[in-house]
C-alpha cells in the first residue's frame, strides 16, 4: 500500500475530519550540510489534502509562527544585528529601562526565546486569554507588558507565554528594522514562502496572527511553504544553496533548554523537534531518518492535536 493511501485509512479510522493537509518529504539524512549545499535526492514520500483544500490553500498557523520568530533571531545574530542572545531586553526597549520592576534589567533575548523572562502570565483556556483581550485594548502593548510583575527569576521557570513573544518581536523591530520586511526579505524570498503582512498594533509591534485570532489571517501559509521551513532546519540552515541559519544556531535552538522538551520556540523530543500550533498545526523534523512531516488542521476550542498520526505513520519508515 503506498504511503498516502496508509494516511488515508489512518485518517478514517482514528476519524481525524479536520485535518486538510500531510506532507511527508525525505531527503539523504547523511547528506547533511557542513559542506554548504542542500540535502541531495530528497523527494516527497506522499501528499494528500483533505476538505477541498489543495496545494495553494493557506492553513491556520498559530505557534507554528513561534518558531519563526526563532529563526529570525538566529539569521539577526549571523547577520550581527543582534550581538548576543544574553543582551538584555532594556537594550532596546525603553519602558524596561524605567525600573518598574527591578529584575526588568535582567531578562535577556534567550530568556524570550525559551518562555523563561518571570513574566506573570496566565493563559486561560486555549486562546480565550483574558490577559491578551486586554493587552489588545492598549495603545503600547511593550508599555502594558512592562507593567506586569515579574513574578519568577528570569532564567529558572519556563511558562508558555505570548508576553514573551510580544517582546521578542519588539526587540527584533528595533534590531533589525521593520520586522516583516526583514523576515520576508531574509527568511520567506530565499524561501519561496509568499505571505500578508502580519497584524501590527498601535505601538508598531508585529503579531503574527489576525488582530481577532481569525482562522484567515495574513500570515497564514501553504502545506508547502511549512515543508520549505522544516527543509531549512534538517538542511542545517541552507537552501536552494545559500545559507540562512548557522548550523550551530539550529542546533542549539532544537535542544531542551530549562524546559525538558522545549528549545528556542520549537518543541524537542529524542529523535524529532517540532513547530506546533494550536488545534493541530505541525513542522516535525526528523534528523536521523531525513524526514520532515507537515500537517495542517482545522482548529477548535477543544484543541486537537495529531501527533500519533505523524509518528505512528513514520514508524514504518
Same mark, same amino acid.
Given at each position: 500500500?503506498?504511503?498516502?493511501?496508509?494516511?488515508?485509512?489512518?485518517?478514517?479510522?482514528?476519524?481525524?475530519?479536520?485535518? !486538510?493537509?500531510?506532507?511527508?518529504?525525505?531527503?539523504?539524512?547523511?547528506?547533511?550540510?557542513?559542506?554548504?549545499?542542500?540535502? *541531495?535526492?530528497?523527494?516527497?514520500?506522499?501528499?494528500? =489534502? =483533505?476538505?477541498?483544500?489543495?496545494?495553494?490553500?493557506?492553513?491556520?498557523?498559530?505557534?507554528?509562527?513561534?518558531?519563526?520568530?526563532?529563526?529570525?533571531?538566529?539569521?539577526?545574530?549571523?547577520?550581527?544585528?543582534?550581538?548576543?542572545?544574553?543582551?538584555?531586553?532594556?537594550?532596546?526597549?525603553?519602558?524596561?529601562?524605567?525600573?518598574?520592576?527591578?529584575?526588568?534589567?535582567?531578562?535577556?533575548?534567550?530568556?524570550? $526565546?525559551?518562555?523563561?523572562?518571570?513574566?506573570?502570565?496566565?493563559?486561560?483556556?486555549?486562546?480565550?486569554?483574558?490577559?491578551?483581550?486586554? $493587552?489588545?485594548?492598549?495603545?503600547?502593548?511593550?508599555?502594558?507588558?512592562?507593567?506586569?510583575?515579574?513574578? &519568577?527569576?528570569?532564567?529558572?521557570?519556563?511558562?508558555?507565554?505570548?508576553?514573551?513573544?510580544?517582546?521578542?518581536?519588539?526587540?527584533?523591530?528595533?534590531?533589525?528594522? &521593520?520586522?516583516?520586511?526583514? #523576515?520576508?526579505?531574509?527568511?520567506?524570498?530565499?524561501?519561496?514562502?509568499?505571505?500578508?503582512?502580519?497584524?501590527?498594533?498601535?505601538?508598531?509591534?508585529?503579531?503574527?496572527?489576525?488582530?481577532?485570532?481569525?482562522?484567515?489571517?495574513?500570515?497564514?501559509?501553504?502545506?508547502?511553504?511549512?515543508?520549505?521551513?522544516?527543509?531549512?532546519?534538517?538542511?542545517?540552515?541552507?537552501? !536552494?544553496?545559500?545559507?540562512? $541559519?548557522?548550523?550551530? =544556531? #539550529?542546533?542549539?535552538?532544537?535542544?531542551?533548554?530549562?524546559?525538558?522538551?522545549?528549545?528556542? $520556540?520549537?518543541?524537542?523530543?529524542?529523535?524529532?523537534?517540532?513547530?506546533?500550533?494550536?488545534?493541530?498545526?505541525?513542522?516535525?523534523?526528523?534528523?536521523?531518518?531525513? *524526514?520532515?512531516? *507537515?500537517?495542517?488542521?482545522?482548529?477548535?476550542?477543544?484543541?486537537?492535536?495529531?501527533?500519533?498520526?505523524?509518528?505512528?505513520?513514520?514508524?514504518?519508515?
Amino acid at each position: 500500500m503506498k504511503l498516502s493511501e496508509q494516511i488515508d485509512r489512518y485518517i478514517v479510522e482514528k476519524r481525524y475530519r479536520l485535518i !486538510n493537509s500531510v506532507i511527508l518529504w525525505q531527503g539523504d539524512p547523511m547528506a547533511q550540510t557542513m559542506s554548504g549545499a542542500d540535502s *541531495v535526492g530528497g523527494e516527497v514520500l506522499a501528499e494528500n =489534502y =483533505y476538505n477541498g483544500c489543495t496545494v495553494e490553500s493557506r492553513g491556520v498557523m498559530r505557534s507554528v509562527m513561534k518558531s519563526v520568530l526563532s529563526a529570525a533571531v538566529g539569521i539577526a545574530c549571523r547577520q550581527g544585528k543582534l550581538t548576543d542572545l544574553d543582551t538584555k531586553v532594556a537594550t532596546y526597549l525603553e519602558p524596561f529601562r524605567e525600573g518598574r520592576d527591578p529584575l526588568h534589567r535582567v531578562i535577556t533575548v534567550r530568556h524570550l $526565546l525559551t518562555m523563561t523572562s518571570g513574566i506573570y502570565w496566565n493563559g486561560g483556556v486555549h486562546y480565550h486569554c483574558p490577559m491578551m483581550e486586554q $493587552l489588545r485594548r492598549s495603545k503600547d502593548w511593550v508599555s502594558y507588558v512592562a507593567d506586569c510583575a515579574v513574578t &519568577d527569576i528570569p532564567g529558572t521557570k519556563w511558562n508558555y507565554k505570548e508576553f514573551d513573544m510580544i517582546l521578542l518581536a519588539a526587540v527584533l523591530e528595533k534590531a533589525c528594522g &521593520d520586522l516583516f520586511d526583514f #523576515i520576508e526579505r531574509e527568511l520567506y524570498e530565499p524561501l519561496g514562502i509568499r505571505s500578508g503582512r502580519w497584524f501590527r498594533s498601535p505601538d508598531g509591534v508585529y503579531y503574527s496572527v489576525a488582530d481577532n485570532e481569525a482562522n484567515e489571517a495574513p500570515s497564514n501559509l501553504t502545506a508547502r511553504e511549512l515543508l520549505a521551513i522544516g527543509r531549512l532546519y534538517l538542511q542545517g540552515g541552507v537552501y !536552494n544553496g545559500r545559507r540562512i $541559519l548557522s548550523e550551530d =544556531y #539550529i542546533r542549539e535552538s532544537t535542544r531542551p533548554y530549562r524546559e525538558p522538551n522545549y528549545g528556542y $520556540l520549537w518543541w524537542c523530543g529524542p529523535d524529532w523537534y517540532s513547530a506546533m500550533g494550536f488545534g493541530g498545526q505541525r513542522i516535525t523534523v526528523f534528523p536521523e531518518k531525513g *524526514v520532515v512531516a *507537515v500537517v495542517q488542521a482545522t482548529p477548535t476550542p477543544s484543541g486537537k492535536a495529531y501527533d500519533d498520526m505523524v509518528f505512528e505513520i513514520l514508524s514504518n519508515l
